[in-house]
């Protein structure tokens, strides 16, 4: 891996499900954690727009030809408003990976999904159709998948980019800069 490439971290904010849309924030930040740029868009919550929107806003980036990889807190931003993190890819050129904490409880979400939308088996097929896997950190596992790159290069990216605490540098920050934008300061754990 490249010293200092360039990795764009997404997550959402907080948000309350009678809100209409939630706030996505990327981060860019050339690993282990020099913070270059600040993006944002907004989509629907329990919408289906994540993954059109997540393209426009890393194809308008200036960075978008240095950006090495996506990371993206888990594969579900505003409730269930899901990224086809392989459609991301092949759209963007750059690979995609969604990390979480904890391993997801797929028939709870399958639960879920069949309890309030029509379109459950679409939405359940795009979380589940890539592997997941664990990746060891020097603070914790996390779970993994991803998409337009080798796995272990992937994979090595996730643990260069933990710096403290368990989820890579990218994503940390762009949680922090979405709770601030919304709540007005920034807050949670990391």
Known sequence: MKPHARILGIDDSPFKFKDEHALVVGALVRVPNYLESVMRTEIAVDGTDA???????????????????????????????????????????????????????????????MKYFDDWKSRYGIITKLELRTV????????????????????????AATVRGAIPEPIRIAHLVASAMVRGESYGSS
């Open 51 to 113: 993954t059109e929107k997540l393209i426009e806003m890393i194809k308008r980036s200036r960075y978008r030809d240095q950006i090495k990889a996506v990371m993206l807190d888990g594969v579900t931003f505003a409730g269930f408003n899901v990224v086809d993190i392989e459609e991301l890819s092949s759209s963007t050129g750059i690979p995609i990976i969604t990390i979480t904490r904890d391993k997801p409880d797929l028939e709870k979400m399958r639960e879920a999904l």
């Open 136 to 159: 060891k950190t020097e603070h914790r596992p996390v779970y993994v998948s991803s998409s337009g790159a080798d796995k272990r290069e992937m994979d090595a990216l996730v643990v």
